[in-house]
Structure formats: C-alpha cells, structure tokens
Nanobody, 122 residues
Framework: HVQLVESGGGSVQAGGSLRLSCAAS????????LTWFRQAPGKEREGVAA?????LTYYSDSVRGRFTISRNNNVEYLQMNSLKPEDTAMYYC???????????????????WGQGTQVTVS
C-alpha cells in the first residue's frame, strides 16, 4: 500500500503563489504516475498535473504555464503561480501503478489518494 499526505494549502490573493507537497510512503516502488487533482464545490474532480516515474509531465489546459509539478525523492510538489479565483478547490495527490499516458487525468484509474489540502484564492 501507499500512503499520501498533502500539505501547503492556504489562502492567497489572486496573482499569488503557493507550493503544495505530497509525501509518499509505503510501497512507493509500485507507483508509476503521481498526479494532482482538484475539486471545487459542485464540480467534478479535475486532473491538474501528473508526473511519470520517467519524468514526463502532463498538465491540464487550465493550469499549463502557471503550475509546475516536480518530485524530490518521495515528495511530489505542485508549484502554483499566478493563481486565480477559479483555482480555488480542494487539492488531492493520487498515485497509480500504471503509466500516466492518456489516462493521467482519469480519477477512477487511481488507487491511492491523500486526504486533500484546501487552496483558496480571493
């Protein structure tokens, strides 16, 4: 099993920045795709950014150019710049054993989830 713990959320003004962290423990060797999702009230969970074990990155159109996903050892980061009010959501990190590829943003493909961290942009 894999345990994921997010941190770094908070409140920020539009145009500001935040960095989210996701610490992974357990069977991390079994995961090949680590992804950040977000869910705003009344909306579906949305894939934001993914990082494959091989270092390939994937971004949604809504965040490309503003967010950067990275990893250092067993901690995955999401650097969020130029934040907008529409970025307000609960952010989750997730992991799966299969590759990222074309299913990276499909939430049902993920087995392991963190508890989430709230990001509020005003």
């Amino acid at each position: 099993h894999v345990q994921l713990v997010e941190s770094g959320g908070g409140s920020v003004q539009a145009g500001g920045s935040l960095r989210l962290s996701c610490a992974a423990s357990g069977w991390t060797w079994s995961t090949n795709c680590l992804t950040w999702f977000r869910q705003a009230p009344g909306k579906e969970r949305e894939g934001v950014a993914a990082l494959s074990r091989g270092g390939l990155t994937y971004y949604s159109d809504s965040v490309r150019g503003r967010f950067t996903i990275s990893r250092n050892n067993n901690v995955e980061y999401l650097q969020m710049n130029s934040l907008k009010p529409e970025d307000t959501a609960m952010y989750y990190c997730a992991a799966k054993g299969g590759p990222c590829r074309e299913t990276w943003s499909v939430s049902t493909a993920y087995v392991y989830w963190g508890q989430g961290t709230q990001v509020t942009v005003s």
